[in-house]
């Protein structure tokens, strides 16, 4: 009898053993699956063709301390256009130069981006407001007849305008909606013909694909500008809050991400490119530093 009692007890531990193995290998095999499908998912990040370590830095004006966006016309970048954002001016300079022409557009206001289309400067509020006018007025004190319109597009926070000047198409992308959606940063397009607005495509950032790309958790992410690569399409999409820049292919559907440093850039909320694809940003002074743009060339 105690024979019997042993034997069953023998066999019963060894089934135990047995079956735990089992599950520990099944277990790993799980995650080694799930392991190669992220990493196939992900696959290698896409090498960006410039070095954000190492800029040429322009310093700009004290009247463009607190820099917002910049664009040029046609990617000619003997001229940079900038606005700053407490002030209805836009100015215009050198990016040598030790001051800034301006010309007056609006009254106080929170300006964050500007585009320059068809020969019109388009400039956005946070609000959504456009603003725009011919940018022969350029050489005006101040614009005489700015063209303003207003609920074009749902309500949010708007901190981003980029042009594709070829295609007559303004993008505008929200930073933060104030009402769902919070999972996603929407970008809303237009075409622009004749002064007005027509509606076209809508587009979405969701957290979770930049999170894939940046290898980071619960990432919010709250962008500041945007800028279409003329060369390869791709829409480079800045963030001063997450110090990030993200890039995607031309229908918004995310590549990759690359971390800005802080100690190189203070705020930046501003981007674009010349019509030979080099990169340049802007960032607002700090307590130290005066407001600056950065311009990254093209990697050979």
Same mark, same amino acid.
């Given at each position: 009898? %105690? ?18 193995? #089992? ?5 790993? %095999? *799980? &995650?080694?699956?799930?392991? *190669?499908?992220?990493?196939? $998912? ?8 410039? &070095?954000?370590? %190492? ?22 970048? %003997? ?20 001051? +800034? ?23 956005? @509020? ?17 614009? +005489? ?18 042009? &594709? ?43 979770? *694909? ?16 945007? #800028? ?9 999409? =800045? ?5 990030? =820049?993200?890039?995607? *292919? $031309?229908?918004?559907?995310?590549? #990759? ?6 100690? =190189? ?6 981007? $674009?490119?010349? @019509? ?25």
């Amino acid at each position: 009898m %105690n024979t019997f009692k042993i034997s069953t007890t023998s066999i019963l531990v060894l089934l135990t053993v047995v079956f735990m193995g #089992a599950s520990c290998v099944n277990a790993n %095999n *799980d &995650d080694k699956k799930s392991s *190669d499908k992220a990493a196939a $998912a992900e696959g290698p990040k896409p090498v960006l063709p410039y &070095d954000l370590d %190492n800029p040429v830095e322009y310093n700009m004006p004290q009247s463009l301390f607190e820099i917002s966006g910049i664009t040029f016309h046609n990617g000619n970048a %003997n001229k940079v256009f900038a606005i700053q954002d407490e002030d209805g001016d836009l100015f215009h300079l050198g990016l040598t130069d030790k001051q +800034a022409q301006s010309t007056k557009f609006g009254g106080k206001g929170d300006y964050e981006d500007l585009a320059i289309v068809n020969d019109h400067v388009i400039i956005l @509020k946070s609000n959504g407001e456009l603003h725009h006018f011919p940018i022969a007025e350029i050489n005006k004190a101040e614009v +005489a007849d700015v063209i303003k319109t207003k609920d074009l597009v749902p309500k949010a926070e708007y901190e981003g305008l980029a042009a &594709d000047e070829k295609a007559g198409t303004i993008y505008i992308l929200t930073k933060e909606v104030k009402k769902g959606k919070s999972n996603q940063t929407d970008i809303f397009s237009f075409q622009f013909n004749g002064g007005k607005f027509e509606p076209g495509d809508t587009y979405a950032l969701a957290n979770k *694909d930049i999170e894939s790309v940046s290898g980071e958790s619960k990432v919010k992410f709250r962008p500041s500008a945007l #800028a279409k690569n003329p060369s390869t399409g791709e829409w480079y999409i =800045l963030s001063s809050i997450n110090k990030m =820049l993200v890039t995607t *292919d $031309a229908n918004f559907k995310v590549k #990759a991400a690359y971390p800005l440093k802080g100690d =190189l850039f203070n705020q930046p909320e501003g981007i $674009a490119f010349d @019509k030979d694809n080099n990169l340049y940003i802007s960032n607002e002074g700090g307590t130290l530093s005066a407001g600056n743009i950065l311009m990254f060339k093209l990697k050979k």
